[in-house]
């Protein structure tokens, strides 16, 4: 993640555009913004929390449905958000969400990732399990 948002920042990505960053603070906000100019949302996994901190039922999943029916993708990494069944209320994912494009970008970037623990953890969330 680190390493895709650093060549966004420098032009290197598929764009060949230098992207710049904001924040708003309200994923709401900040998801509007993206639908009306285009772009990505991502609230990733960290070392603190592995699996994201956005819930899965009230947050990222519906958020990703709208996303969907724009025309965007949303990913947590490895898989995409609507495929990931329940396990609890209270169940939290990471999110990338936003034009196909910079998603699909982004993905490529985790595919190539050869951490095994982050690659469980996505077959974990997948199955419905905890990793």
């Not at 993206?34 to 956005?54: C, I, Q, R, S």
């Not at 990931?84 to 990338?96: A, E, F, G, T």
């Amino acid at each position: 993640m680190r390493q895709w948002i650093h060549d966004l920042q420098e032009g290197k990505g598929q764009t060949g555009v230098k992207y710049t960053q904001r924040y708003i603070g309200s994923m709401v906000g900040d998801v509007h913004r993206t639908l009306l100019y285009g772009g990505v949302f991502a609230y990733p996994a960290d070392a603190k929390n592995k699996d994201g901190k956005l819930r899965l039922l009230y947050e990222a999943a519906p958020m990703s449905f709208l996303l969907e029916q724009a025309g965007g993708k949303a990913i947590t990494g490895h898989s995409r958000v609507m495929d990931i069944p329940p396990s609890s209320v209270h169940q939290r994912v990471p999110i990338i969400l936003g034009s196909p494009d910079d998603v699909d970008e982004c993905y490529g970037y985790y595919d190539r990732c050869n951490d095994p623990a982050l690659q469980a953890r996505c077959e974990a969330r997948l199955k419905g399990t905890a990793a």
